[in-house]
Structures are given as C-alpha cells and as structure tokens.
C-alpha cells in the first residue's frame, strides 16, 4: 500500500512540476507574434472623408488613446480596463514616425485596426477592438483622418509604456482564445441607412463597438459574429471610472425590468447623446456622451436595441 502511494505521490509530483513548468513558460513567452496579412490599398482622402474619419474615431478611438496632457492620440494608461487583464496603456497613434505610426502604409493600419497585428508582429488581445464588421467606407475614412492634418494626430513624441498584460491574457492568447480573426475575405460593406434596424445593427456592432463593453465579459467576445458573444449587449460587464471604482455596464437588451424595454425612444436618445437617464441619473466614466452622433443615428440604434433578445440581467 505505502508503495502504491508513494508511485500516485511521484506521478502527481510530476503533473505538478509540468504544469509549473509549463505555466512559468507562458509566464515568460508573452503573447504569441504573428505575421500582419498584406494589404495593399491606397486611400484617397477628401475632406468629407476626413470629416468621416475624424468623427468615426471621436467615438471610437479618443477615449483610449486621447492624452489628457497635449490633447493628441498619444495614449494614456487605460484605468477603465478590467485588473484581470494587466497594467494596459494604448498606443501614440499619433504621426511620429518613430513613437506613432508615421511610418505606417494605409495597408497596415488597415490590417492593425481589422485584426490587431501590428506590422512588427506584435499582437493585441480584446483591449484592443478588432473592427472585422466596419465597412471598408468607413474604414478607409479612419485611415484618411489619421493621415491629414488634424491637429489631434500631428506627431508626438511621448513613449508610452509597455503594456504588462496579466498571465491570464498570456495563457488565453497562447492557448488560441484570444488569437486574431483572418482579414474578411470580401468587402465590407454598410446597410443602407433606409433601413433603420440593418443600419443599427451595423452601429452597434461595426462602427461603435457598443456590444464589446456592454456584453458579459471582455474574454468571451466574438469579434467576427458579435451576437454570437457571450450575455450579448446584457450588460454586467465590470469597467472602472476615473478613479478606479468599479462599475458594472448597462443592460441594454429590450427586456422590461431589467434593461431598457420601458424606454422611449427620447429617453434613450438623451442618454446616449448627452448622459442623462431616465431615472434623473447621469451616465459615468467610461460611458462618454456621444453628441456626434446624428439624432437619426441614434433612432436607429434604439430601433435595431428593440429587436435583440431579452436578457434579465438585473445590474446595480
């Protein structure tokens, strides 16, 4: 018997010392490098599609990358990301050739911005939105807005810090959970805005990326068929403010008491375009006013919300 016990202590020791092993290993190696797919394109900016471009990333990307301190996309510490995930700090996207992506062809930050590989290989798990659903209009307006003469883009050389992401994001990236989606294999292309809910839906999921923070969790997302994630636009996904208090998103599903299905459609537009909530609440960091956004943008955001299943999810 003490022999039989002895040989299940030795086999058990050694499970033990390879998960170790294997756990310091992903521990050490990081997050997986990939090639970034080529992509050869040459956008052709206009000053509408700057304007396009300018206001696509002013509800998409300045809440990440915007400094507070010089008032460019030079990047900052993302406080709002989950702990789980690591010290996180987004990228200077600005125009410095050295710091930023001056250097960048528009066929590499169209690949970094639909898959997340940047062209040196470096790869950046969910903190990052993929955008596979944004059209390829609309993104090559993003492209042309980071190419002009905005002064939020001109070249800054502030060095942001490297990421520290956390050893769960290194064994999810390393085990293919968090691995980058493939280029879409045919063009993207926007719904008519005739159709509200179409149109919605692609806001929602393509242009806004609403269903990434309002979704149940950050490492269940599915960037290529975004209803397909995990408690779809539920909500109690935990973000932090300003001062790293946690906050839990907003149920956004139709359902009647614990979502938005007794709202009106005015009710929803003043909380998505200035803040205010029906119950007399204001909206909080992270959530930002979206003022950009046309009043019939918003309607049909609302419209395609009524559509989506119910989900009750009661949260505080």
Same mark, same amino acid.
């Given at each position: 018997?003490?022999?039989?016990?002895k040989?299940?202590?030795? *086999?058990? +020791?050694?499970? %033990?010392?390879?998960v170790?092993?294997?756990?310091a290993?992903?521990n050490?190696? +990081? *997050?997986?490098?990939?090639?970034?797919?080529? &992509?050869? %394109?040459? &956008?052709?900016?206009?000053?509408?599609?700057?304007?396009?471009?300018?206001?696509?990333?002013g509800?998409?990307?300045?809440?990440c990358? %915007?400094?507070n $301190?010089?008032? !460019?996309?030079s990047?900052?510490?993302?406080?709002?990301?989950?702990?789980?995930?690591?010290?996180? #700090?987004?990228?200077n996207?600005?125009?410095?050739?050295v710091? +930023?992506?001056?250097?960048?062809? $528009?066929?590499?930050?169209?690949a970094?911005l639909?898959?997340g *590989?940047?062209?040196?290989?470096? #790869?950046m798990?969910?903190?990052m939105?993929? %955008?596979?659903?944004?059209?390829?209009?609309?993104?090559?307006a993003?492209?042309a807005?980071?190419?002009s003469?905005?002064?939020?883009?001109?070249?800054?050389? =502030? =060095?942001?810090?490297?990421?520290?992401?956390?050893?769960?994001v290194?064994?999810l990236?390393n085990? +293919?959970?968090?691995?980058p #989606?493939p280029?879409?294999?045919?063009? &993207?292309?926007?719904? $008519?805005t005739?159709?509200?809910?179409?149109?919605?839906?692609?806001?929602v999921n393509?242009?806004?990326?609403?269903?990434?923070?309002?979704?149940? $969790?950050?490492? !269940?997302?599915?960037?290529?068929?975004?209803?397909?994630?995990?408690g779809?636009l539920?909500?109690?996904n935990?973000? #932090?403010d300003?001062?790293?208090?946690p906050?839990?998103?907003?149920?956004i599903?139709?359902?009647?008491?614990t979502?938005?299905?007794?709202?009106?459609?005015?009710?929803?537009?003043?909380? =998505?375009?200035?803040g205010?909530?029906p119950d007399?609440s204001n909206?909080?960091y992270?959530?930002l006013p979206?003022?950009?956004l046309?009043?019939w943008?918003?309607?049909?955001?609302?419209?395609?919300?009524?559509? =989506?299943p119910?989900?009750?999810?009661?949260?505080e």
């Open positions: 018997m003490k022999k039989i016990l040989i299940v202590g030795f *086999i058990l +020791g050694g499970i %033990l010392l390879l170790l092993c294997g756990a290993y992903v050490i190696k +990081g *997050i997986p490098t990939y090639e970034q797919p080529k &992509v050869n %394109l040459q &956008v052709e900016s206009s000053p509408e599609q700057v304007a396009r471009g300018k206001k696509i990333a509800m998409l990307c300045f809440a990358h %915007l400094s $301190d010089e008032q !460019k996309l990047g900052k510490q993302m406080t709002d990301a989950p702990p789980e995930f690591g010290t996180i #700090y987004s990228s996207i600005t125009q410095d050739p710091h +930023g992506i001056g250097k960048y062809t $528009d066929g590499e930050i169209y970094l639909r898959t *590989i940047k062209p040196n290989g470096d #790869y798990p969910p903190y939105p993929k %955008l596979l659903n944004m059209s390829d209009n609309d993104m090559h993003v492209i807005f980071l190419k003469n905005d002064p939020w883009i001109q070249p800054s050389q =502030v =060095v942001m810090p490297k990421t520290e992401p956390s050893f769960l290194k064994f990236s085990i +293919g959970a968090f691995a #989606y280029l879409p294999e045919k063009e &993207v292309v926007a719904p $008519d005739a159709d509200a809910v179409a149109y919605g839906k692609y806001l393509g242009l806004m990326d609403c269903y990434t923070c309002h979704s149940a $969790d950050f490492t !269940k997302l599915d960037f290529a068929n975004p209803n397909n994630s995990f779809y539920g909500g109690g935990t973000m #932090y300003m001062e790293g208090n906050i839990k998103t907003r149920n599903t139709p359902h009647k008491e979502g938005i299905g007794n709202w009106t459609r005015e009710q929803f537009l003043q909380s =998505v375009k200035w205010k909530n007399g909206n909080r992270p959530m979206m003022s950009q046309a009043d943008e918003v309607n049909a955001i609302y419209d395609y919300l009524m559509t =989506v119910a989900i009750e999810n009661k949260v």
